[in-house]
């Protein structure tokens, strides 16, 4: 087997990407330059067994006009090429890090526990519409709970946990389970029929996370200063983000639900932003702050001291 055919692999479809529509003779010029070739030329032959494989392990299709007999990446969706990127990054990363075991001891990394155990079971389950029976265990109660059937319909990573959503087959809600408190999963016999009404980018289009309530989306105004402002451009908190800029500070735009995940992102980003709209989302932050500062009262002078000892 080539050597390090995945490094091969992303470092193709980033080629291709970045310049939209490229010849095999640019490419094979491109090739020779990285450090995937040897210093050897592109054989066509090896191009259409890397096409095949990318279109296999990637669902990437790289295509060939017969126009100008120059290659590019058919057009998808957004949300799969949102998927795709996110495949891209996470094969890019383990191609990096499986090269770097001499300096392992310097690089730390994030457990992600819930994707180690029942991520291929439950990505098996969505495939052929197969009911998954588990035990899960919420942190919102003392005991386990046996026996819960659920028919998947997503997945979802949020914060480095994946989470599955489905309908419960006990009452027929709609409910979200974190895989990592999920334990003796299977998978059963019977397929369900999915729902088909049901439309999974229109049930996570307003949600902040993983939480996802049937409530109204709000028009959400945040003002951050430049500091703040940089990392909200960098890393948005959501798709409809958009920014308008001012000397002192930014307006961070948002079209939301408002839910319980979405407020902690913004408390825990302290003075540095100020809800401006809606309303009804800086009370709960208000609210939030001062149960937070009843738990650190403030202690009490000399004089006051003084005075309650009379």
Known sequence: MARNLLGRYVWL????????????????????RSPYSDGQPLPRRTLYNYRAAIDELFGIEIVCSR?????????????????????????????????????????????????????G???????????IRFTYNPYTKSSPTPDVVVEPYFLKIFRQRWYVTGRNTRDGKIKTYALDRISDATTMAEPFTPDPSFDAD?????????????????EVVLRADPYQAKYLRALPLHPSQREVVHDRYSLF??????????????????PRIEVVAPT??????????????????????SAEAAEKSE
């Open 13 to 32: 479809i980033d080629t291709i990407r970045r310049y939209g529509s490229i010849s095999l003779k640019k490419l094979s010029d491109l090739w020779e």
């Open 67 to 119: 126009s100008t007999f120059e290659y590019s990446i058919a057009a998808t969706s957004a949300h799969h090429e949102g998927m795709t990127d996110w495949l891209l990054n996470s094969a890019a990363m383990s191609n990096a890090l499986t090269a770097a075991s001499d300096v392992s001891d310097r690089i730390f990394i994030e457990d992600v526990p819930s994707a180690r155990q029942y991520l």
């Open 121 to 131: 079971l439950v990505v098996d389950a969505l495939r052929d519409s197969l009911p």
């Open 202 to 218: 229109s049930y996570v289009k307003d949600a902040f996370g993983i939480i996802f309530t049937q409530g109204e989306a709000k």
């Open 253 to 270: 735009y948002l079209h939301l639900r408002l839910t319980s995940d979405f407020l902690q992102e913004l408390l825990s980003m302290g």
């Open 280 to 301: 009804e989302l800086r009370a709960m932050l208000i609210a939030e702050l001062r149960a937070t500062l009843d738990l650190y009262p403030t202690p009490a002078t």
